[in-house]
């Protein structure tokens, strides 16, 4: 992964440069600036998505489907995190209900509560009151809006 990680480093790097230096025709221009953008956009979910302490849905047909599929992925790393680690579950529970709460009115308040999504969040193990607590820390939300409408006609 490193390797492909570094040729997409430095493809945004030659592209970059070549747009700064006016190496690239004026017609092609704006199709490399967004080869760019989208290079750099999928260098950033693959690092991502391969992060450690992650817990992630697959992609999901709404916001429903995404919370219910990462209410599931938490409480199997919850019991695995409970067993190995010695997590304290209800704590931890609590601090779950808080997170998502958050997040649902989050998603509603962006208005993609409808769209199709993946929801990566980060965790780490934190001691709390002499306890080891699993406690979230970040979410990413991948949504995807229709790009365009293709259409076939059968006769």
């Not at 391969?50 to 999901?60: A, F, Y």
């Not at 769209?115 to 995807?144: H, N």
Request: some cysteine; hydrophobic content about 40%.
């Amino acid at each position: 992964m490193e390797e492909l990680f570094n040729l997409m480093s430095k493809c945004v790097e030659t592209i970059e440069k070549g747009i700064k230096e006016k190496a690239f025709p004026e017609v092609a221009r704006i199709y490399i600036e967004r080869l760019g953008r989208s290079v750099r956009e999928t260098e950033g979910v693959l690092k991502l998505v391969l992060m450690e302490n992650t817990i992630q849905t697959p992609i999901s047909p709404s916001s429903r489907s995404a919370i219910y599929n990462l209410r599931r992925a938490y409480y199997a790393v919850l019991s695995r995190m409970e067993k190995e680690k010695g997590v304290d579950r209800t704590r931890s529970t609590e601090l779950w209900r808080a997170a998502v709460n958050k997040l649902i009115e989050y998603i509603n308040a962006e208005g993609i509560s409808e769209t199709p999504m993946k929801i990566v969040v980060t965790y780490d193990i934190e001691e709390e009151d002499g306890k080891k607590v699993l406690k979230l820390k970040k979410a990413a939300i991948l949504y995807f809006e229709l790009e365009g409408v293709k259409e076939l006609t059968f006769e």
